[in-house]
């Protein structure tokens, strides 16, 4: 009991950082209670806002308790205590109605289901025993069910689905886990599943069961998930792999699968370091995992011709079920310890590059001659997000793509500065919003080629912006004019008034790093990716840059290679090999060379003589082109089927040699550095035309591209007396490189900057545009 003889204290406490839908005001609430004090918590625009009364040592523990114990959700940024007179005068400790207002705090991402949830979903006593909508305040949809701030029911779409008797209990006591949980329900009063077929018409049984009949006898079956739809199909059945393949126009490029358990992984993938965990964390993000000898046995046609496989564990109580369901249905949790034969291709619902699917009707009518069937539900997906790409190296988790799970999570910023809205590049299109010192990176929206894809930026710039409550006082877009994200920006800034800012690509890859890492000084970049446009209206993609806030000057950039034939240059990598050998003063042996490589590739003759009379070859520094050109000069693949194959096969080439016979030496004499600064791989690509070993020729291409680029950088960074270099680019996703790389710059007393927070590639892209137009404010 309370010694009344000590000094009484009112303080009110505000709360900031992710403290909403993640069960933060229960947890204040049985803190209160537990040390005796009084006074209330509620949500607001802010945050979280408490009034805490009672003997002065015992409020003081209540206010430090706040921070160091908060859920496992929660990401407290500030607790901020003033001096109070009591607001109102209430009975013990309550948690009272939200206030809305200016919001300044964040929703969650969308979580994993936690322990007890699946204690109850597999519990043949349990109510909520097989119901595929449990959750509680520690798991669950937040982002992707979530219409505004404050987060409460009725600004969720748990709205329409009034709690029933029981889960109206159990969310007013206090000392339950779903004390204030606001997707709270169960079978008497939640959403319920339907399983369709390929006509939208129901399918008698139970739901699950028939799905997993239908996916074990090879059938392709739509299920809506958090944040989208899935096609989903039996991963060990290679017909049914190859009819997805077939009906989603997808020929080679690889699947995700999803596995019940690590162990299950385990038996496909060779786990290493932090990957198992990795796995489990609440996110549930697709992490790109080694191979195991006999996994393309075992998952014939998932990713043919690569070292890697995209795998996650399930993470709403629906694939829970399915699992469960394949297992038999065996009661406790014991099966989940266990490898099981289930694996799922688990793959976005999008036809032809185009936004998920979220709706049911929408996903009986755009996946009509895809999906056998629909395992549905009546509970609307708010906004759409796709599944997060991971990978794990020498220098922690990277980002292939963020979205569910990750996605409002912000970045912190080193400074405050006005809102910012950036709209992103063309390619794997994201937009940013900065507001105050952070940064709301969106979830991946995709390639800007497709009128729906347009359509569904511009509904994400509505939906964030009104969910963070911005109105941005600038804007900030790609230098290309032609973007549809350059044309949106330029419409919304002339719309309000406010000016819009260009970017140049290239310059936006390394700012991202230096946002992210929040290095305030000038640093050295190394941008490596495919294409984009250049400040001189070039076609850059291997640059070296000085980078000072606004201010970015190029250095110099690699030796320009020519794309003869253009774009299709990028999907046919024996074009950059007939480029390298004109390049080399060998445009005669063109032919030649392509008819000992590429016997059945035609039309040898006539690219040697557009690059002869330079018809249609516009140059560009590219590195990813560069990649290609190594490729085609092993005769690794006449044609891509996706962005970036030939180099991922390339990787795996190289991957395959170290593992034999250790990391392969630099060639010493593979490259030179030109009067300009270009950086000239003529000699390497020389030798690559003439190597007949192509694991041998990609782990050497490998290490003297990363040598001279060390050398290169290096060098710069001695003449500009910086001693800080950061990379960017797309390239970076390449794991030899990026090693190598970063071994080879901190082995010559450089610090180096990566992108860790954001994907390297095209999906940062955004946040370094609009970091770039908070610096230019300041100039």
């Known amino acids: 009991m309370n010694d009344l003889t000590l000094p009484l204290l009112c303080r009110r406490v505000r709360v900031r950082g992710l403290v909403q839908g993640v069960g933060y005001r229960p947890f204040v609430y049985r803190l209160a209670f537990e040390l005796g004090l009084s006074g209330w918590v509620r949500n607001d625009a802010e945050g979280v806002d408490i009034e805490a009364r009672g003997p002065a040592p015992l409020v003081e523990r209540f206010i430090a308790r706040l921070r160091a114990e908060a859920p496992e959700l929660a990401r407290v940024e500030a607790v901020e205590v003033r001096e109070a007179e009591p607001e109102r005068s209430l009975p013990g400790f309550l948690i009272v109605e939200s206030r809305g207002g200016h919001a300044s705090t964040a929703i969650g991402p969308d979580s994993a289901l936690c322990h007890d949830c699946l204690e109850e979903l597999f519990s043949p006593q349990d109510r909520r025993h097989r119901y595929a909508f449990t959750h509680c305040t520690h798991c669950g949809p937040r982002y992707s069910i979530t219409r505004e701030l404050p987060y409460d029911r009725a600004r969720t779409s748990l709205a329409p689905f009034p709690q029933c008797p029981a889960c109206t209990a159990e969310y007013a006591d206090p000392h339950n886990r779903r004390f204030h949980a606001?997707?709270?329900?169960?079978?008497?009063?939640?959403?319920?599943?339907?399983?369709?077929?390929?006509?939208g018409q129901p399918i008698a049984g139970d739901p699950v069961r028939e799905a997993v009949r239908l996916l074990q006898a090879g059938k392709i079956v739509a299920l809506k998930g958090y944040g989208g739809f899935h096609l989903a199909c039996d991963a060990r059945n290679g017909a049914a792999v190859a009819e997805?393949?077939?009906?989603?126009?997808?020929?080679?490029?690889?699947?995700?699968?999803?596995?019940?358990?690590?162990?299950?992984?385990?038996?496909?993938?060779?786990?290493?370091?932090?990957?198992?965990?990795?796995?489990?964390?609440?996110?549930r993000s697709i992490v790109l995992l080694r191979k195991q000898d006999n996994t393309d046995t075992q998952l014939p046609g998932v990713a043919p011709g690569l070292q890697w496989l995209?795998?996650?564990?399930?993470?709403?109580?629906?694939?829970?079920?399915?699992?469960?369901?394949?297992?038999?249905?065996?009661?406790?949790?014991?099966?989940?310890?266990?490898?099981?034969?289930?694996?799922?291709?688990?793959?976005?619902?999008?036809?032809?590059?185009?936004?998920?699917?979220?709706?049911?009707?929408?996903?009986?009518?755009?996946?009509a001659g895809m999906a056998d069937a629909f395992l549905c539900h009546d509970r609307d997906i708010v906004i759409r997000s796709d599944d997060s790409v991971i990978r794990c190296d020498e220098g922690g988790v990277q980002f292939l793509r963020r979205g569910r799970g990750q996605t409002p999570r912000p970045i912190k910023l080193k400074d405050e500065g006005p809102a910012v809205l950036a709209f992103g590049p063309y390619l794997k299109n994201t937009l940013c919003v900065v507001k105050g010192r952070e940064a709301y990176l969106s979830q991946h929206i995709g390639d800007l080629d497709n009128v729906p894809t347009v359509n569904f930026l511009e509904e994400t710039v509505a939906h964030l912006l009104h969910i963070l409550d911005v109105e941005p006082q600038v804007i900030a877009h790609d230098l290309h004019p032609d973007f549809p994200s350059t044309r949106l920006a330029a419409a919304f800034a002339a719309?309000?008034?406010?000016?819009?800012?260009?970017?140049?690509?290239?310059?936006?890859?390394?700012?991202?790093?230096?946002?992210?890492?929040?290095?305030?000084?000038p640093v050295i970049g190394l941008a490596l990716d495919g294409i984009g446009l250049g400040e001189d209206g070039g076609l850059w993609g291997g640059e070296l840059l000085r980078v000072d806030g606004a201010d970015c000057q190029r250095l110099g950039g690699l030796l320009p290679l020519q794309l003869?034939?253009?774009?299709?240059?990028?999907?046919?990598?024996?074009?950059?090999?007939?480029?390298?050998?004109?390049?080399?003063?060998?445009?005669?042996?063109?032919?030649?060379?392509?008819?000992r490589r590429y016997p059945d590739q035609q039309?040898?003759?006539?690219?040697?003589?557009?690059?002869?009379?330079?018809?249609?070859?516009?140059?560009?520094?590219?590195?990813?082109?560069?990649?290609?050109?190594?490729?085609?000069?092993?005769?690794?693949?006449?044609?891509?089927?996706?962005?970036?194959?030939?180099?991922?096969?390339?990787?795996?080439?190289?991957?395959?040699?170290?593992?034999?016979?250790g990391p392969a030496a630099p060639l010493t004499d593979g490259w030179n550095i030109n009067n300009d600064g270009h950086l000239d791989l003529l000699p390497l690509l020389a030798w690559l035309g003439e190597c007949d070993d192509a694991d041998l020729g990609a782990a050497r291409f490998h290490a003297t591209l990363a040598a001279g680029l060390v050398h290169w950088a290096a060098a710069a960074a001695e003449r500009a007396n910086l001693s800080t270099l950061a990379l960017g680019?797309?390239?970076?996703?390449?794991?030899?490189?990026?090693?190598?790389?970063?071994?080879?710059?901190?082995?010559?007393?450089?610090?180096?900057?990566?992108?860790?927070?954001?994907?390297?590639?095209?999906g940062g892209i955004a946040l370094g545009q609009a970091w770039v137009a908070r610096q230019s404010l300041g100039r």
């Not at 606001?182 to 006509?199: F, H, I, K, T, Y």
């Not at 990795?278 to 996110?283: A, D, F, I, M, V």
């Not at 050998?581 to 445009?587: F, I, V």
Request: hydrophobic share 45%.
């Open 729 to 762: 680019g797309g390239c970076l996703l390449n794991h030899l490189l990026s090693r190598d790389l970063r071994m080879g710059l901190q082995a010559r007393g450089l610090a180096v900057l990566e992108a860790r927070q954001a994907p390297p590639n095209d």
């Open 495 to 521: 719309e309000r008034g406010i000016p819009a800012i260009a970017v140049a690509h290239h310059h936006a890859h390394i700012a991202a790093v230096l946002a992210e890492t929040r290095y305030p000084k």
């Open 564 to 595: 003869p034939g253009g774009d299709r240059a990028a999907r046919e990598p024996w074009r950059l090999a007939a480029a390298a050998l004109h390049a080399l003063g060998r445009n005669g042996d063109i032919e030649a060379f392509v008819a």
């Open 182 to 199: 606001e997707a709270n329900c169960c079978p008497d009063c939640g959403p319920q599943l339907r399983l369709l077929d390929a006509a």
């Open 603 to 661: 039309g040898a003759g006539m690219i040697a003589e557009m690059l002869r009379k330079q018809l249609n070859c516009p140059p560009t520094s590219s590195l990813g082109r560069l990649f290609d050109a190594a490729a085609g000069l092993l005769g690794l693949r006449a044609s891509q089927r996706f962005e970036a194959q030939a180099a991922m096969e390339l990787e795996g080439r190289a991957h395959a040699w170290e593992e034999r016979h």
């Open 310 to 367: 995209g795998l996650m564990l399930p993470y709403a109580p629906l694939h829970y079920l399915l699992f469960h369901a394949a297992a038999g249905e065996p009661e406790g949790l014991a099966w989940l310890a266990q490898a099981q034969d289930l694996v799922l291709v688990m793959t976005s619902a999008n036809p032809g590059g185009e936004p998920l699917v979220t709706d049911n009707a929408e996903a009986v009518e755009r996946l």
């Open 244 to 283: 997805l393949r077939k009906r989603k126009h997808r020929e080679e490029k690889p699947f995700a699968v999803m596995a019940a358990n690590v162990a299950s992984a385990n038996a496909l993938c060779a786990l290493g370091g932090d990957e198992a965990g990795l796995l489990e964390l609440p996110e």
